[in-house]
Structures are given as structure tokens and as C-alpha cells.
């Protein structure tokens, strides 16, 4: 049972925009940043996006991050066929813990 | 760039002790508000958070993993490490080494991770 809540799976056809949300409580999403990952089968997870909304240097503006009180969502747009992953939102608890979603696995058809 | 990998044997025995070593190159493990982490993926299943050191010393456990788990580091190495004890089968995982920016709380470096598997 993970910390934060996330769907276990999403799909929708390429070219279209997809959210995906992550939902936690006040003593982590609630007063700490959320990140976000992309883990493509066999390989290590890829920070998408930090500190709820930033993009690390080469990740493309498909992708976005956003936060309001305890939840957080992803969005992914112009889906490409590549971008068939796991998304993991992650973030800080305050029991001094790193706490993870359960992980979204996203089909694109 | 910095790097990281994961290095320890790939099979351990139910009740053994799983050992598993960092290192880090193209970077130093000893600054200021960057934190270590050891982070595992059962087969099929999500990420899990086991346990972080950071340069000063301080390490933080997984309570679920508290009373079985060492995490250590040698910055003269520029190396951590993990020890979990009395393992079973639900310790196979694939085990990631990572950096975590503290103040943001984002890992953004990741080893390529490392199966362990617990079997007799």
C-alpha cells in the first residue's frame, strides 16, 4: 500500500493528452515539492519533473507538473508511442521519509 | 557527469545478510544538502523507499526496514552501502542507488539498479 495514490493504469491514443494524478495527505504533498518519474520497462526510473512543475534540462515540454493542496498531476501531451512507461510521482513525508506513488503504467494505442 | 553503480552479489540466501555497495564518480558524495539513497522495485511492483545516508553521517531508514537495515557511506571511497539482514523472499528486488537533492526532494541521478533475487 503506497503512500500516495495514484491509478494503476491509464491508456489513450497517440497524439492525444493524458493526466495523471497523485494523491497524498498534508504531511507530504501538502507542504513539500512533488516529483515526478518516468521508469520505461528494464530501466532505471528518469527524474520528469522536479520541485512540482520544473523540467530538468532535455525533457520536452510535452510534459508538465502541477500541485494543489494534497495532490498533484502530470500531463503528457502529444502522446507519442515512446512515452508507453511507468510514471511515479514522488515527494517528502514528514516522518522523514521519501514517499512514492504506486505508479501509473500508461498504454499508448 | 555523474555516475552511479550498484555492485553485490545478485543471489542471497532467506535469513543472510544482502550487501550492496554504491559508488559514485564524476562527483563527490560529500556536499552540502545532496542525499544518498538506496531505493528497491520488487518484480512487477512499484518503488520503495529503503534508506538514505548523507555525508554528515546522518542516515535515515524505511520503519518498515529499521531494525534490519545498516546503511553507510565511505566519502574517502566516495561510496555507500547498504546491509539488510535476515532477508526472505520478499526482499527480491531490483535495488537503485540514487542522489536526491534535499531542499526539492528530487532524485535526479540513478544507478542502473541491480537485481537481487532471495533463494535457497
Do not use: H
Request: aromatic letters at 12%; proline letters at 5%; one cysteine or more.
Amino acid at each position: 500500500q503506497s503512500v500516495l495514490t495514484q491509478p494503476p493504469s491509464m491508456s489513450a491514443a497517440p497524439g492525444q493528452k493524458v493526466t495523471i494524478s497523485c494523491s497524498g495527505s498534508s504531511s507530504n504533498i501538502g507542504k513539500n515539492y512533488v516529483s515526478w518519474y518516468q521508469q520505461l520497462p528494464g530501466t532505471a526510473p528518469k527524474l520528469l519533473i522536479y520541485e512540482n512543475n520544473k523540467r530538468p534540462s532535455g525533457i520536452p515540454d510535452r510534459f508538465s507538473g502541477s500541485k494543489s493542496g494534497t495532490s498533484a498531476t502530470l500531463g503528457i501531451t502529444g502522446l507519442q508511442t515512446g512515452d508507453e512507461a511507468a510514471y511515479y510521482c514522488g515527494t517528502w513525508d514528514s516522518s522523514l521519509s521519501v514517499v512514492f506513488g504506486g505508479g501509473t503504467k500508461l498504454t499508448v494505442l | 557527469q555523474l555516475q552511479l553503480q550498484e555492485s553485490g552479489p545478485g543471489l542471497v540466501k532467506p535469513s543472510e545478510t544482502l550487501s550492496l555497495t554504491c559508488t559514485v564518480s564524476g562527483g563527490s558524495i560529500s556536499g552540502d544538502n545532496y542525499f544518498w539513497d538506496w531505493i528497491r522495485q520488487p518484480p512487477g511492483k512499484g518503488l520503495e523507499w529503503v534508506g538514505t545516508f548523507y555525508y554528515s553521517g546522518n542516515t535515515y531508514y524505511n520503519p518498515s526496514l529499521k531494525s534490519r537495515l545498516t546503511i553507510s557511506g565511505d566519502t574517502s571511497k566516495n561510496q555507500f552501502s547498504l546491509k539488510l539482514s535476515s532477508v526472505t523472499a520478499a526482499d527480491t528486488a531490483a535495488y537503485f542507488c540514487a542522489r536526491r537533492y534535499g531542499s526539492g526532494s528530487y532524485s535526479d541521478y540513478w544507478g542502473q539498479g541491480t537485481l537481487v533475487t532471495v533463494s535457497s
